[in-house]
């Protein structure tokens, strides 16, 4: 059966791969590009199964709510998703209104990045420090990354689930905020440089040993194969699904 699409944010870097993924996907029709100044509704999803949504932190979740109000599945990509904002959107699917309906959302849709997730979260309870450095585009909207903070998150819950401290750190002044920011305990660190895509290195430390664990994705290609992945699942779930690690057997 074919898979009918509407990509959000349909002109921008991610929703226009998308759009050519979708395409060139078997058992997927593009039905709808959608892009800001466009209404969400029934009529301008054309008759769309899924929604995928790539556009701005600042619209995300207006977006979604939407999508569920139109009868839509939604797989969603953009980053500065809350726990608030995760739970807003699981209020919304409980309601009688959307019922059978189903949104994942996924920081990254990398197979590398998602792996690298994981393998930091197993790693972090194991050494005394742990520090995140996320590194893109510059016209890159948000700091920190989506993944460096669900990066964060998961050692953080890793490294307090095996009562490990948090990483040793002498420093007494920086007024100038050089020693990066905090999420969940975890320092965490943004470069904006040119010519980068998307990449992340988290360093693990211990007396006479570090661990690197590095992701790098060159290309916006390297995010399709999750996306597509997801289109194909999100039916077969209920309510929020939040991480790509939950639909693939890791
Ligand atoms: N989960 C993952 O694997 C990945 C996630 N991302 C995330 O995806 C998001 C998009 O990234 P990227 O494609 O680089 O960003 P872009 O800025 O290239 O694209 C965003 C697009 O959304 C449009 N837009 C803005 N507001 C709306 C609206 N209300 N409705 C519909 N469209 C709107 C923008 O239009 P305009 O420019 O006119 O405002 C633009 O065309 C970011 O949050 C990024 O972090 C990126 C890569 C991978
Ligand atoms: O804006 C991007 O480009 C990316 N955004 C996502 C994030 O914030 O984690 C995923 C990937 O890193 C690319």
Known sequence: MTIRVAVIGAAGRMGSTVCQAVQAASG?????????????????????????????????????????????????????WTKDSYGRVRTHLASPEAAGRSVLIAPNFALSAVLSMRFA????????SVEVIELHHPAKVDA????????????????????????PDATETDPQGTRGGLVDGVRVHAV???????????????????????????????????????????????????????????
Do not use: W
């Open 144 to 167: 920190p990354s989506g993944t460096a903070t669900a990066t964060a998150a998961a050692i953080a819950a890793a490294r307090q689930q095996a009562g490990r401290d948090s990483s």
């Open 28 to 80: 997927m029709e593009l039905v709808a590009r959608l892009d800001a100044g466009d209404e969400i509704s029934p009529t301008t999803l054309a008759g769309a199964q899924v929604a995928v949504d790539f556009t701005v932190p600042a619209v995300t979740e207006s977006n979604v709510h939407a999508l569920i109000d139109a009868g839509v599945d939604v797989v969603v990509g953009t980053t500065g």
């Open 192 to 250: 904006r440089l040119s010519g980068l895509t998307a990449h992340e290195e988290v360093l693990l430390g211990n007396p006479g040993e570090q661990l690197t664990i590095r992701t790098d994705c060159f290309d916006r290609v390297s995010f399709m194969p999750g996306v597509l992945l997801a289109v194909r699942k999100i039916g077969e779930r209920e309510g929020l699904t939040v991480g790509l690690d939950q639909i693939l057997d890791l």
């Open 121 to 128: 979260a197993l790693a972090a309870p194991y050494f005394e």
